[in-house]
């Protein structure tokens, strides 16, 4: 970050993403959601993405109920 280098990894593991990245970007088919992990992370993105509430979100991990 402070080399003000750019990396871009694709993840499927939402909770690591948040864990390593200052910016996320949540792609289905088009963008869904991009910014800080804190705001793009929320029951709303997971719930479009993915269609269900079967998810919890604890400190930014991404969690099975």
């Given at each position: 970050?402070?080399?003000?280098?750019t990396i871009?990894?694709v993840l499927?593991?939402?909770?690591?993403?948040?864990?390593?990245?200052?910016?996320?970007?949540?792609l289905d088919?088009?963008?869904?959601?991009?910014?800080?992990?804190?705001?793009?992370?929320?029951?709303?993105?997971?719930?479009?993405?993915?269609?269900?509430?079967?998810?919890?979100?604890?400190?930014?991990?991404?969690?099975?109920?």
């Open positions: 970050q402070k080399s003000g280098r871009i990894t499927h593991d939402l909770s690591f993403a948040a864990k390593y990245s200052t910016q996320m970007l949540v088919r088009r963008v869904v959601s991009y910014g800080k992990p804190q705001d793009v992370l929320t029951k709303d993105v997971l719930r479009k993405v993915f269609q269900t509430d079967d998810y919890e979100i604890k400190d930014l991990r991404v969690v099975l109920k």
